[in-house]
T-cell receptor
Framework: AQSVAQPEDQVNVAEGNPLTVKCTYS??????LFWYVQYPNRGLQFLLK??????LVKGSYGFEAEFNKSQTSFHLKKPSALVSDSALYFC????????????FGAGTRLFVKA | GAVVSQHPSRVICKSGTSVKIECRSL??????MFWYRQFPKQSLMLMAT?????????EQGVEKDKFLINHASLTLSTLTVTSAHPEDSSFYIC???????????FGQGTRLTVV
């Protein structure tokens, strides 16, 4: 069965500092991995995805994520956080061997302090 | 990126009435649409998956007679909450994919309040 774990409910970081939001996954076969961001009372916005190829993928708003197959992780990163990055971040996984549902993690709330 | 429009963004209805929420893909043909429910400070709970022209597939525990889903065209899916009760109050979100790319694109969400 597919599953996604975001071990941190909340991440606090000072503006200008690097940020990391953690995600680990479990899926049969090779996964499709995603990060989405949600602002209050809004739907989810797609940030980036990993399908195959280079383990470091770059996405919107300066975010990037690193796929680590041995650790089954897909952590979201940004070199320099902005106050406007404060939001709820969801990691998601989709198997590519049948059953194409996207499973979401519980979400991690990011607070960036000025 | 692809645009998905969800309407209305907020709705308040009386207990016992029905509410329809629309989800439209504006610039692509959505072969598959998903409906989620999100409780405060929680993740998205998949309610059902709908493919154009066929019956929706509901997740375990979701009442199909209460949450009616119609996906009559490649650009429109609707969720009707029938005989709404206060416990149906929630944030409902749709997403759509054209199956050419693995990621889905989300509507803005609908805040339903049943009084």
């Amino acid at each position: 069965a597919q599953s996604v774990a975001q071990p941190e409910d909340q991440v606090n970081v000072a503006e200008g500092n690097p940020l990391t939001v953690k995600c680990t996954y479990s899926v049969s076969g090779n996964p499709y991995l995603f990060w989405y961001v949600q602002y209050p009372n809004r739907g989810l916005q797609f940030l980036l995805k990993y399908i195959t190829g280079d383990n470091l993928v770059k996405g919107s708003y300066g975010f990037e994520a690193e796929f680590n197959k041995s650790q089954t992780s897909f952590h979201l990163k940004k070199p320099s956080a902005l106050v406007s990055d404060s939001a709820l971040y969801f990691c998601a996984v989709k198997g590519n061997t049948g059953g194409f549902k996207t499973i979401f993690g519980a979400g991690t709330r990011l607070f960036v302090k000025a | 990126g692809a645009v998905v429009s969800q309407h209305p963004s907020r709705v308040i209805c009386k207990s016992g009435t029905s509410v329809k929420i629309e989800c439209r893909s504006l610039d692509f043909q959505a072969t598959t649409m998903f409906w989620y429910r999100q409780f405060p400070k929680q993740s998205l709970m998949l309610m059902a998956t709908s493919n154009e022209g066929s019956k929706a597939t509901y997740e375990q525990g979701v009442e199909k007679d209460k949450f009616l889903i119609n996906h009559a065209s490649l650009t429109l899916s609707t969720l009707t909450v029938t005989s709404a009760h206060p416990e149906d109050s929630s944030f409902y979100i749709c997403s759509a994919t054209d199956n050419r790319a693995p990621e889905a694109f989300f509507g803005q969400g609908t805040r339903l309040t049943v009084v």
